[in-house]
DNA sequence: CTAGTCAGTGCAACACCTTT
DNA sequence: AAAGGTGTTGCACTGACTAG
């Protein structure tokens, strides 16, 4: 079995299409799917069912996805590893991070690790904790940081710091001469909250229903710094970690009021990686050096 | 070096299905 | 019914490899 043809399938699992998997691999649809096709001949049996819109992969062809991906991340990692033995200190670390973490966690390690190890190159993409474990799983990511992540059974997590939720609010706002916050007390005001699919939304959506509150945002978005403005501008209250405001505070632009709620206190920022996968040499790097900064920046 | 073989590919055409 | 999107097939081409 070819290393092509393990790409070409795992491409066409990936776009759900053999003519838009073709398309991103710059061949022509009949070549991959003569690929296909040749691998089921090999296998002796379907691995995908052709539908009129694209192909499914049939439970065959589920597992015959996972064994790909797993050998196409082996390969990268004995890529990195071929390079090490060349002296080169080559590599390259793919990073899928909720936004929150960026700021004042994740370039600070970047930036100190890249500093120790100038021929790791870094990719960094900003996205929701549903995305980050998504893209750890599909291997589009190597190391993943998430907020409060559910636990799933091919992700493993390398490390989980509290990162409890606060009320943000400008430091002359009414509700900011309380000590402590509950979330119900907070929504008497307008708030800011991060779209579905985002961690603190999960949470948000959790505690309102336990507390049966209903939660009507004054804005909904999926920036964590149009958040940020939002409680800046002194247009209301909104939910952060006190690490993604760390540098906010410190100016006196705005305070972070404790909120009492205990599902909003247990938040946290997780860490993880795909289970089972052996990381090439500058991930797991740059993972044990995200383990020695990150705890110390809070 | 040459000729033959084979795997992989692209183009054009086709059948099938969904959407308008 | 027409248009558009899908996967598949036949044919021809290319490049790598091998035997003589």
Redesign the pocket.
Known sequence: M?L??LR?FNEVIRAG????A?DRL?????????????LEVTFGLPL?E??????VPTSAGELYARYARAALLDEERINSEIDDLKGLRRGHVRICSVEGVVANGLTHAIATFRKRFQGVSISLEITGTESVITAVRDGDADIGVAFTSSPEADIHRTMRLKDPLFAIMIAGYPAARQRRLSLSDTLQYPVAVPRKHFGIRTLLDTRCRTAQLTLNPTLETNSIEALRGFARSGCGITYLPRLTVKREIEAGQVVAVPLTDRELQQATVDVCVLKGRTLPMATAGFLNHLHATLPTLR
């Open positions: 070819s092509t043809a070409y299409s053999i003519r838009e073709a710059h061949i022509a649809p009949s070549a991959l799917s003569r690929q296909m096709r040749n995908f052709r539908h009129a819109r694209g192909v």
